[in-house]
């Protein structure tokens, strides 16, 4: 697991910030008067799964040259997905407001960077 | 016969090729690299040196031979290879097209390089030819993974990433295989994507 507490709090900011970033782009293209069925979240989810998706591998790239390649690239991808989705399953159930979302946002990028760390100490070392 | 595509696109990407991987991946990475390299003996080939990131990790007083498909990221390379304190030389040459002889390397290094070889399994078979019996394939590479969701990202990331720099989700162990290399250790870097493969000839 990555201990420099330069890349640590790297990882922290970049996955926080694309996740919040995701979850209040999710927030304000997603209209809050959407019904609240089934259907409809699964269309908030996917539009938030792309939404996320984009700017995780957007920040992935603004971040990168600071704070690592794959090592950063992978979990700000998954925040910025994650937060999305969650956002756009959230959004037409509850009415989100944009700082219910960064804030939303940003607990998902801080579990999917320990989400990564744990399966960083997991997968880690010689293959046999 | 000399890949114009890919070399354009690399040539394209050295402008900013330092800017992108020169601060956080290659601090990131520094420690993990010196190590691999630090096993470096004899007559070395080090495939795709870029604009030669690797240089500074490189142990000293060694002969290596440092090959690129992109001039323009050679001319870059060009002053640390200078600067290294042992023999280096750079040449511009295609890895599927070496013009070097037959068991000509004790070793081959490669560092993020077989993740954008357009062939990797024929690059990887010229590696063979020119290595000797019983030489070592040394690498560090990034490669697809196996671990959900982190499998799917990749392969959803690889259209985007290779029409511009890598590929992101190649199996590169296997790749290695494919060309009739021993697979002798595979370490995991980062998660089962960023890794060390050691291999013999």
Redesign the interface.
């Known amino acids: 697991m990555e201990r420099r507490v330069y ?1 640590i709090l ?1 990882d922290l900011l970049a996955c926080a910030v694309i996740a919040a970033a995701a979850g209040l782009l999710t927030q304000s293209l997603i209209p809050v008067d959407w019904a609240a069925a089934p259907i409809v979240i699964l269309i908030g989810m996917l539009i938030g799964l792309l939404i996320g ?1 984009f700017a995780g ?1 957007f920040g992935g ?1 603004l ?10 690239i ?1 979990p700000v ?2 925040s910025g ?1 994650a937060g999305g989705m969650l956002t756009g399953m959230l959004h037409p159930l509850a009415g989100l407001t944009p700082g219910e979302a960064i804030q939303g946002g940003i607990l998902v990028g801080i579990l999917c960077l320990v989400f ?1 760390y744990l ?2 100490t997991i ?5 046999k | 016969m000399k890949d114009l595509k890919t070399q354009e696109k690399w040539d394209s990407a050295a402008a900013i090729f330092d800017l992108m991987g020169g601060f956080g991946p290659e601090r990131r990475w520094r420690a993990r690299k010196t190590r691999l390299f630090s096993q470096m003996e004899g007559k070395v080939l080090f495939v795709a040196v870029g604009t030669g990131l690797d240089i500074s990790s490189f142990p000293s007083g060694k002969n290596i031979v440092g090959i690129d498909i992109s001039p323009k990221m050679l001319e870059k390379a060009k002053p640390r290879a200078d600067a290294y304190p042992g023999e280096m030389t750079l040449r511009v040459m295609d890895v599927h097209d070496m013009d070097f002889p037959n068991a000509f390397f004790d070793q081959v290094y490669t560092s993020c390089a077989f993740c954008s070889v357009p062939d990797p399994v024929r690059g990887l078979s010229a590696l063979l030819r020119v290595l000797k019996p019983g030489g070592e394939l040394k690498m560090f590479e990034h490669t697809g993974s196996r671990c959900f969701p982190f499998s799917l990202m990749l392969n959803v990331m690889n259209p985007l990433f290779r029409s511009f720099g890598p590929e992101t989700n190649r199996d590169t162990v296997a790749n290695v295989r494919a060309a009739g290399f021993q697979v002798r250790k595979v370490t995991n870097i980062f998660l089962d994507v960023v890794k060390t493969i050691e291999a013999e000839a």
């Open positions: 890349f790297g998706l591998i790239f971040f990168a040259p600071f704070f690592g390649a794959m090592e950063l992978l991808t998954l997905t990564t399966l960083q997968l880690h070392g010689e293959v």
